[in-house]
């Protein structure tokens, strides 16, 4: 896919979130796409922080409306209520497509970091202390 028809595809995307009921804040690319290594058979991933949590059968008809609308496979993922890790993932290395540019935009975006580095830290101790009872 070429680079322009990816961004025609985004635009129509952040559209259709913009029109929904439930607004979304933030939009981000992640994936290939957004690390420039897609191939042939890549999907488009699309991940969407909304201001109320998106029930089951809302984010299977947002993936489906995805897919019509773009004409290719869209991996969809709603921000609310996935780990702190993959949500971490997204922010890091995803690129952000849509902002509502709102406080709960931005503190969103500092606590899925200041959580993750908080897991990191944790995950330290608790990595140390398995090994000095293995060790003995």
């Known amino acids: 896919m070429k680079k322009n028809e990816l961004t025609v595809i985004l ?4 559209d259709y979130f913009k029109n929904l009921d439930n607004k979304p804040t933030l939009i ?4 290939s796409y957004a690390k420039n290594k897609q191939h042939k058979g890549s999907d488009i991933d699309i991940a969407v922080l909304y201001k109320n949590k998106p029930t089951i059968v809302d984010n299977y008809n ?9 004409k290719y496979d869209v991996d969809y993922t709603s921000l609310n209520g996935i780990s702190d890790i993959l949500q971490y993932q997204v922010i890091r290395y995803g690129k952000e497509i ?4 709102s406080f709960e935009a931005k503190i969103y975006k500092t606590t899925v970091i200041s959580k993750y580095i908080d897991l990191k830290e944790n995950r330290k101790i ?4 398995l090994l000095e009872r293995i060790d003995g």
């Open 28 to 31: 981000f690319l992640f994936g």
């Open 62 to 70: 947002i993936s489906n409306e995805l897919s019509q609308i773009s």
């Open 98 to 101: 849509y902002s509502d540019h």
């Open 11 to 14: 635009d129509k995307a952040i």
């Open 126 to 129: 608790i990595e140390k202390k």
